[in-house]
């Protein structure tokens, strides 16, 4: 099949995905409203352990808080880095920015113990780096490695920015793995409790940033189950060139600001 032939189909396949993650994307998860449908995870292997930087919906933080509360039940009011109240005789929750500016690292280590990392077999506990939180409109790229760690170089949250709805919200978090085997299998996996079932479509893309290139492995879902990565392997999921994601996402079909992949 020639080059321009197999790309335009998995730009189709692309197009169909985006689709699908916009389904639903505004139904509560109790009061959450998960309104952006894409996760990112950026893995750079380095000398003496593995550098994770994720962006992902905000509410899947909160997945222990939102367990037992039905589609028509009221939210919790004493959750961390949130403030809630009512607006119009509905209940609203909003990301409180100035708890975010007083102890970012603390909410990036409550984001960081939702997730189970396996490197080279070993479970392994997580540095957490930096943490910032992004309005779904106000975002930076995400989709290049060199954007990704600039995304984590501001504020925890935009100065001067109104605290936006926990559901309108990104979570980018940098994460530091040590080890001495940081070529080895990682196996990436969150800890959803059984009784979290938001509804809408949750698209995972990693992207392993290796000296031959970048794999891409996407999957869908919570990741209750691992998404496997593993740099000696040849092929993955799906594998593209650093420079095709861009262009999809210069296009719009994978953009990280993009109202359907956001």
Known sequence: MRPHATLARLSCLLILWAFLASLDSGIAAAHFRLGTTLRIVHIERLEGGVRLYIRMPTPLAYTEALTDVGQGGAAPTNIPFVMSGEEDGAPVHRIDAAALGREPLRFGRLVADGYRFVLDGKVLEPTVEALAVYPREDQPPFAELAQAKAALLGPPYPPGTAP???????????????????????????????????????????????????????????????????????????????????????????????????
Not at 209 to 236: K, Q
């Open 164 to 262: 936006a709805f926990v559901g309108d919200t990104v979570t980018d978090l940098q994460l530091y793995l040590p080890s001495d085997a940081p070529n080895g299998e990682i196996r990436l996996s969150a800890n959803v409790p059984p009784g979290y079932a938001p509804r809408g479509f949750i698209a995972n893309i990693v992207l392993d940033h290796l000296a031959s290139g970048t794999r891409i492995t996407r999957a869908s879902g919570l990741l209750r189950d691992p998404v496997v990565i593993n740099a000696s392997v040849l092929t993955a999921a799906l594998t593209f060139t650093r420079q095709a994601f861009a262009t999809f996402s210069k296009g719009g079909i994978m953009c990280c600001s993009c109202s359907a992949w956001s």
